[in-house]
């Protein structure tokens, strides 16, 4: 009992369903009572109301008898006397009738109350015995009719009895009854009313306890929830438009913010918005080298000196990573851009504390203006990123607005995308293709493939000239499919054909690993040509090879490493990669990059380099191919140091599908085994 009280002060939701069903069960009780009480109340009424009409019936009855009687006897002429005891046998037929039927009902009800009893009493004990004086005067009045019309003389004599019976027996004996029955009609009556009021009052009280223990609770309950409710849903939109790490606005907030006062052009305004982009200098360097806590805690900082440096001259956004931005649609504010990216900077740039490390902060600013730099949200941030790219190509720590010469840059960028759009659906990007081979064994072990836009105009384009273009545009899925296309069916060919390349080795971005379902795209393409995975390798650069945090990459690259692809790591020594980086597991060859292949016969420094690397990857198992060989003496060199495989102009250029081919063709017939040998050929 103690653990059900104490679970209901618990739980306020229980309490309210227990009162509930307590106040249902009260209800209900009462409700049952008052009917049953009223029906009760109703029957009793209709016996009373009935016998009360049979005994007055039964008195009129008794008086009429006598009454007709008398006249009968009166009468002289014979006819008439008999018509009048005709109406005497009537009644006393009606009066026998109607007695038989009262005496049946009071023995009945004679156990029922205490007034059934006193009426049961009246009509069978002494000294009423209203049953038998009923009966004598209906005996007295029968022997008088038999007498009447034969010896009126002698039914006189009855006459007298009949008379003394109905006026002072029946009657009294009536009276009696009706007085009994009169006073238990008001005793019940009282009764009900008694009951009906205990009822209301009860009801009343259980009105109140409803109230108290019910509504009132409720209503709380109901309060609290919609309080919770509407907590939760600010949260949630909250959570919706901020950015968590700092508390400002976020991305989707910045963008509508900025189409909501494009969509409201008013031409009376020369200048109705401007943004303000905004880029941490070399934040990367700072998470890098002090770790993420205190990047968040630099990021915070820097979004606090941003709101004090604006107060309410805009709102301050957090775009993703460094990058922050400012709305300004303040007409005041406005006419001062200069002057707020001045103080923005004043603010921003110098040692942040805050974080355990105090680092110096350089921020760029590029400014772009509604309706002159860009009619919609997205109009103006490629201008507010191009002008902030220019800040930081001219020193970084300062700003610069959105200008002519920065349009033209943008026109340019949006023609070379459409540019790279149309070359894609023409599959003006065609692959070239260049040998590697092993100077120790003499065998070709691979072929790389590289890519190259046949431009209508510009003529024929190096990867340089447009990839970066083509990532930024998000075009890279569809260049990497193209150029895998052709070069797995011309890698088929050469398989079917007998000529052996090796594997055929594809080089891929880190927009490629993004690319959901990438690797299965790869065996999907190889599997139409009837290539299979192991005659392909993958090359990633050294960034994309040790960036452990990135997740899907490292997946991508180690589902293609599952299907027999080997993965090798491009232009290795050009970033910060050592050779203890690498995965082992991952990665079966390295592609020492060609600024220290370049002139490493005639440089110490590059040689000593080229060496440990070699020997490291020796050590952990990992193969080695030095890239972009030009000469013999690099070569030799390499040899020296134990490297045995190259690609490069000296074995081979890159070459198109045809020309290469005759030249694996022409490799494998002269069957040259020496690097010398090969150079002199080539
Ligand atoms: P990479 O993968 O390191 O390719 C080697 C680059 O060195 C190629 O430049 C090749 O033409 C060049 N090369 C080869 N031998 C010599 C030589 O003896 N001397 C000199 N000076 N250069 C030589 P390319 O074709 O311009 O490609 C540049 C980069 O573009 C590639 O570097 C690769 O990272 C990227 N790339 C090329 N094709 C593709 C592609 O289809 N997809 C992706 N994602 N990247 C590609
Ligand atoms: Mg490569
Ligand atoms: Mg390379």
Not at 595 to 605: E, K, T
Not at 627 to 649: K, P, R, S, Y
């Amino acid at each position: 009992m103690n653990a059900i009280i104490s679970g209901l002060r618990k739980d306020p939701e229980k309490r309210i369903r227990v009162a509930y069903r307590l106040a249902l069960l009260a209800m209900a009780a009462l409700l049952g009572t008052s009917y049953f009480a009223l029906n009760a109340a109703l029957d009793r009424g209709r016996n009373y109301a009935i016998t009360f009409k049979d005994i007055n019936n039964e008195r009129m009855l008794s008086q009429r008898i006598v009454l007709l009687s008398q006249h009968a006897l009166g009468e002289k002429v014979p006819a008439h006397r008999a018509s009048v005891l005709k109406l005497v046998d009537k009644s006393l037929s009606d009066l026998e009738q109607i007695h038989n039927q009262l005496v049946e009902l009071v023995n009945d009800q004679r156990d029922k109350n205490d007034a059934s009893r006193r009426v049961y009493d009246v009509f069978f004990t002494w000294p009423s015995q209203l049953d038998f004086q009923i009966r004598s005067l209906i005996n007295n009045t029968r022997q008088f009719e038999k007498l009447a019309v034969t010896a009126p003389d002698i039914a006189a004599i009855y006459l007298g009895p009949m008379e003394e019976i109905a006026s002072s027996k029946v009657l009294p004996a009536m009276d009696e009854v009706t007085d009994i029955y009169r006073q238990q009609t008001g005793s019940s009556v009282a009764l009900f009313e008694r009951i009906h009021l205990a009822i209301l009052i009860l009801s009343l009280c259980l009105l109140g306890l409803v109230g108290m223990f019910l509504f009132r609770p409720l209503a709380r309950q109901i309060g609290q929830s919609n309080r919770e409710l509407v907590a939760a849903r600010d949260e949630m939109q909250f959570a919706a438009t901020h950015d968590g790490l700092t508390g400002l606005a976020n991305r989707d907030y910045a963008i509508s913010e900025i189409q909501n006062a494009t969509g409201r052009r008013d031409d009376n305004l020369q200048l109705a918005m401007a943004i303000l982009l905004l880029d941490l200098d070399d934040f990367k360097t700072i998470n890098d080298s002090f770790g993420h806590l205190n990047g968040d805690k630099l990021l915070r900082s820097v979004a606090d000196r941003l709101n004090s440096a604006i107060g309410d001259d805009g709102v301050t956004c957090r775009m993703g990573g460094d990058e922050f931005l400012i709305v300004v649609k303040d007409q005041a504010a406005l006419a001062e851009l200069t002057t707020i990216a001045r103080r923005v900077l004043n603010r921003l740039n110098g040692a942040v504390s805050g974080s355990k490390v105090s680092t110096n902060v350089k921020t760029s600013i590029g400014i772009a203006r509604y309706p002159t730099d860009g009619s919609n949200a997205e109009e103006l941030l490629a201008a507010a990123d191009l002008a902030l790219y220019a800040a930081k190509k001219s020193g970084k720590g300062t700003f610069r607005f959105f200008n002519e010469d920065l349009q033209k840059q943008l026109n340019d960028t949006r023609a070379l995308e459409q540019d790279i759009d149309n070359a894609i659906a023409e599959r003006q990007f065609k692959p070239v293709f260049q040998p590697q081979i092993n100077t120790a064994t003499g065998l070709i072990t691979g072929v790389e493939v590289l890519v190259r836009w046949h431009h209508p105009e510009r003529g024929v384009l190096r990867p340089a000239e447009f990839l970066s273009a083509a990532a930024s545009f998000g075009r890279m899925p569809d260049i990497t499919r193209l150029v895998l296309d052709q070069a797995f069916q011309t890698a088929a060919e050469w398989q079917s054909n007998g000529i052996e390349f090796g594997r055929i080795g594809v080089n891929f971005s880190a927009h490629d690993l993004m690319w959901n379902g990438f690797f299965r795209s790869i065996a999907q393409t190889a599997d139409q040509h009837g290539l299979t995975c192991d005659r392909i390798s993958v090359e990633v650069v050294e960034s994309v090879a040790i960036d452990n945090d990135d997740a899907q990459s490292a997946l991508a690259l180690y589902e293609l490493r599952r299907l027999g692809i080997q993965i090798e790591v491009d232009d290795f020594g050009t970033g910060f990669a050592s050779l203890s980086h690498l995965n082992r597991d991952l990665f079966d060859r390295v592609k020492i990059d060609r600024q220290f292949v370049s002139g490493i016969d005639r440089c110490d420094r590059v040689r000593i380099i080229v060496d440990s690397i070699i020997r490291l990857a020796s050590a952990l198992n990992i193969k080695v191919i030095a890239e972009g060989v030009e000469t013999q003496d690099e070569i030799d060199t390499l040899m020296e140091l134990g490297c045995v495989e190259f690609q490069g102009n000296a074995i081979a250029p890159p070459m198109p599908a045809d020309v290469a081919r005759d030249w694996l063709l022409a490799y494998r017939r002269t069957g040259l085994t020496t690097i010398a040998e090969i150079a002199d050929a080539g």
